[in-house]
Nanobody
């Protein structure tokens, strides 16, 4: 397992942007496939986006396609989630998660055994 730390959350108006960061504490994310999940109050955790380690392939939930972009910077040992055109329904706690498989990019939580503590994103006017 790896210790993950998210940052970059906050309060933003509808239509605004935020960039979330996911870093490994004391180690590197280079050998992991990474995903972002979110959970709104009273709702189930939802897979938002993932990036496959072996080839950088990505996958997005339909609800965020065209608005969110996942990327990884191996030099900085960080995975980012750029969120544009934010909507009130994007309000949630966002978590990053690590999968030891280099070949998988999954939006269900089963493959992930390392999770961060989460960062709050609130979209409101």
């Amino acid at each position: 397992q790896v210790q993950l730390v998210e940052s970059g959350g906050g309060l933003v108006q509808p239509g605004g942007s935020l960039r979330l960061s996911c870093a490994a504490s004391g180690s590197s994310l280079e050998s992991y496939s990474i995903a972002w999940f979110r959970q709104a109050p009273g709702k189930e955790r939802e897979g938002v986006s993932c990036v496959r380690n072996i080839d950088g392939g990505t996958h997005y939930a339909d609800s965020v396609k065209g608005r969110f972009t996942i990327s990884r910077d191996n030099a900085e040992k960080t995975v980012y989630l750029q969120m544009n055109s934010l909507k009130p329904e994007d309000t949630a706690v966002y978590y990053c998660a690590a999968d030891v498989s280099r070949y998988r990019c999954a939006l269900n939580s089963d493959p992930y055994d390392s999770w961060g503590q989460g960062t709050q994103v609130t979209v409101s006017s």
